[in-house]
């Protein structure tokens, strides 16, 4: 069988990789968003069953590199392809997209985990909360005095203290502003995800004084290659295809 290479997707940097690869190859998604219809490469979705199913399907596929370009907040997946390439002798390479770092003017407040959130918004009355699903298991929580701004990939009716966004980037700095002045924003709660396509809002919180409550990285495994682009990976992968693999 040919060599094959499995990306692990969810992110606009992988979807733009997928878009290169041939029909040999692989792109599997966890389910949760909008699954391609246009892509050369094969589409697979759903969990693989933890790093053994993993390890299980790289031999069963014939996979020779698991390109992991997943969120960096994904942290089980990319556990788990580090772990299932090590069992199986697979070459395991990732994009780490480069953190976001504070600017001059900037008051960001970083915290590890949820009642990290909670804890740094106390004092405020009208957060923008762009971390995901997340806010949305708390819907119960909005204490009296705050009205929540939630904005996400999913539709959801929210409640009368909570308001739901569903909206995807990029978003532009003009769009930010408008969004931030019309919900009369005045705390942004953000994961450190990189990227231009999200870092409007930071650019605005500097620009109209607000603080960001910043959510740390969680730790990723190391792998044998690490590229900072997109473009780099498409470049790395097709040079290892062209090689068959070999160093
Ligand atoms: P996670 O906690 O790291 O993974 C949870 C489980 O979902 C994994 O153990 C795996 O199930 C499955 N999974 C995740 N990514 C997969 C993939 N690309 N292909 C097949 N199975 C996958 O992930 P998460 O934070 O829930 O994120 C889920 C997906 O959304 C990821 O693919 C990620 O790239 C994307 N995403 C996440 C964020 C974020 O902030 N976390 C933001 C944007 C996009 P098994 O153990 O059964 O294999």
Redesign the pocket.
């Given at each position: 069988m040919t060599a094959r290479v499995l990306l692990?997707?969810?992110?606009g940097d992988a979807l733009a990789i997928a878009r290169t690869l041939g029909s040999q190859h692989v792109y599997?998604?966890?389910g949760?968003?909008r699954v391609p219809a246009d892509l050369a490469c094969a589409v697979r979705v759903?969990?693989?069953?933890?790093p053994q199913?993993?390890a299980r399907f790289l031999a069963d596929e014939g996979i020779a590199l698991v390109f992991d370009a997943?969120?960096p907040?994904?942290?089980?997946?990319?556990a788990?392809a580090a772990r299932a390439c090590e069992a199986a002798h697979v070459l395991y390479w990732a994009l780490r997209r480069a953190p976001w770092q504070p600017q001059p003017g900037d008051d960001w407040r970083m915290v590890g985990d949820w009642a990290g959130v909670s804890e740094a918004i106390a004092p405020f009355a009208r957060p923008l909360f762009t971390l995901?699903r997340e806010p949305l298991a708390h819907l119960d929580e909005v204490p009296p005095q705050q009205h929540w701004t939630i904005r996400c990939l999913d539709a959801h009716p929210g409640h009368a203290r909570a308001r739901v966004i569903d909206a995807r980037g990029p978003f532009t700095p003009e769009g930010e502003r408008a969004l931030f002045t019309e919900a009369r924003i005045d705390v942004v709660v953000s994961?450190n995800s990189g990227g231009a396509a999200t870092e409007a809002k930071l650019a605005v919180a500097r620009d109209m004084s607000l603080p960001v409550v910043m959510m740390r990285r969680p730790p990723l495994p190391g792998a044998q290659r690490e590229l900072a682009s997109a473009r780099e990976a498409i470049e790395a992968i097709d040079h290892a295809i062209q090689r068959s693999f070999n160093a």
């Open positions: 692990l997707g969810g992110t599997s998604l966890a949760l968003g759903g969990g693989f069953g933890g199913g993993l997943t969120h907040y994904a942290a089980q997946i990319s788990n995901g994961k």
